[in-house]
């Protein structure tokens, strides 16, 4: 079946422009997460939705980002006023209802973000 | 809260050297532990999982082992190749904080010829 997918794949965007990225999650997976992957770190936590409960929003770093996730399938992250400490690769992955005592993650190809 | 702690890299072997990456975590809960690889210009992709103690995960060549009494999960292969030069991230889940995830900071791995 498809997998996670993602867009756009890049980004060029110049400072201060809003910016909008997209995620599709697997099918009927309850969990999406957002990360930011900044070039040779690890992954940066954003936030985190699980099903219908309100999401965990400690991981955004600031009031310029936001997510939304609409009927629990695909999710937006919203960055105001672009920075150029914003460019990254943003990452998304999926992960399906508690089954077997795991939650494995699927992950997105990413949108890599410029800011200029 | 949870928290994963990876050795630092970057670690550089020469082909066919046994491997280890240590990975220790701090959970509230019983976790699932997980280890991610993420080759170069690729996503990351889930490469072994274990879910209870004493639980071995591998795939691949490669083990880990769910040390509840050392609450680590140390990755493992016995002859590394340059094809598993790559990024490695050492995770756990939680079901207790609602099956949210926690990465450790990754550790690159280089292979050589």
């Known amino acids: 079946g498809a997998g996670v997918s993602q867009s756009p794949s890049n980004k060029v965007t110049e400072k201060g422009k809003d910016v909008e990225l997209r995620c599709d999650p697997i099918s009927g997976h309850t969990a999406l997460y957002w990360y930011r992957q900044s070039l040779g770190q690890g992954l940066e936590f954003l936030i985190y939705f699980q099903g219908n409960s309100a999401p965990d929003k400690s991981g955004l770093p600031s009031d310029r980002f936001s997510a939304e996730r609409t009927g629990g399938s695909v999710s937006t992250l919203t960055i105001q006023r672009t920075q150029q400490e914003d460019s990254a690769v943003y990452l998304c992955?999926?992960?399906?209802?508690?089954?077997?005592?795991?939650?494995?993650?699927?992950f997105g190809p990413g949108t890599r973000l410029t800011v200029t | 809260g949870n928290s994963v702690t990876q050795m630092e890299g970057p670690v550089t072997l020469s082909e066919e050297a046994f491997l280890t990456i240590n990975c220790t975590y701090t959970?509230?809960?019983?976790?699932?532990l997980f280890w991610y690889v993420q080759y170069p210009g690729e996503g990351l992709q889930l490469l072994l999982k274990?879910?209870?103690?004493?639980d071995k995960g591998s795939n691949k060549g490669f083990e880990a082992t769910y040390r509840k009494e050392t609450t680590s999960f140390h990755l493992e292969k016995g002859s590394v190749q340059v094809s598993d030069s790559a990024v490695y991230f050492c995770a756990l889940s939680d079901l207790t904080n609602a099956g949210k995830s926690t990465f450790g900071d990754g550790t690159t791995l280089t292979v050589k010829p």
């Open positions: 274990a879910t209870k103690a004493d």
């Open positions: 959970a509230t809960g019983y976790p699932s």
């Open positions: 992955a999926s992960s399906p209802t508690f089954s077997g005592g795991t939650y494995e993650q699927y």
